[in-house]
């Protein structure tokens, strides 16, 4: 006799909590680029958000030329990684990385980001930060 219940499967994207009473939430992307030369390490770079609403990041994706190693930190400068992780691990075209929770970053905040490139050759790395703005709903 099994005692395994059979759980519909749910995405984690859907998994968010609903937009309060009296907010509107509307899907947002956060788009950056950067050049890295060779060998370059780069710590805390900027990312830095809209002034017009709080943003709430729930997945980053990317576009990447070659190996790069990232960590992320939200508004506040707590590491969202432990060190280092390889880039294409964590950016992907086809599945976005999730955060869960999502990270609250307040309107104009900067989250940052440790990018490092260590194959000796000069790259681009393009990031997107995806979420939902939440604005006060028009009554």
């Given at each position: 006799?099994?005692?395994?219940?059979?759980?519909?499967?749910?995405?984690?994207?859907?998994?968010?909590?609903?937009?309060?009473?009296?907010?509107?939430?509307?899907?947002?992307?956060?788009?950056?680029e950067f050049s890295v030369s060779a060998n370059?390490?780069?710590?805390?770079?900027?990312?830095?958000?809209?002034?017009?609403?709080?943003?709430?990041?729930?997945?980053?994706?990317?576009?990447?030329?070659?190996?790069?190693?990232?960590?992320?930190?939200?508004?506040?400068?707590?590491?969202l990684e432990s060190g280092l992780l390889i880039?294409?691990?964590?950016?992907?075209?086809?599945?976005?990385?999730?955060?869960?929770?999502?990270?609250?970053?307040?309107?104009?905040?900067?989250?940052?980001?440790?990018?490092?490139?260590?194959?000796?050759?000069?790259?681009?790395?393009?990031?997107?930060?995806?979420?939902?703005?939440?604005?006060?709903?028009?009554?």
């Open positions: 006799m099994s005692t395994f219940t059979d759980t519909p499967y749910t995405a984690l994207m859907d998994r968010y909590p609903a937009c309060p009473a009296g907010y509107e939430d509307h899907w947002y992307i956060h788009y950056f370059q390490i780069s710590a805390k770079l900027p990312l830095q958000l809209d002034t017009d609403s709080d943003f709430r990041w729930r997945a980053t994706m990317g576009s990447i030329d070659h190996q790069f190693q990232l960590r992320f930190y939200d508004p506040w400068g707590n590491p880039a294409e691990l964590m950016l992907s075209k086809a599945a976005p990385g999730v955060f869960f929770p999502e990270i609250i970053c307040p309107a104009g905040s900067t989250p940052q980001m440790d990018l490092t490139e260590y194959t000796g050759n000069s790259g681009t790395l393009k990031l997107a930060l995806l979420g939902v703005k939440r604005f006060v709903a028009n009554g």
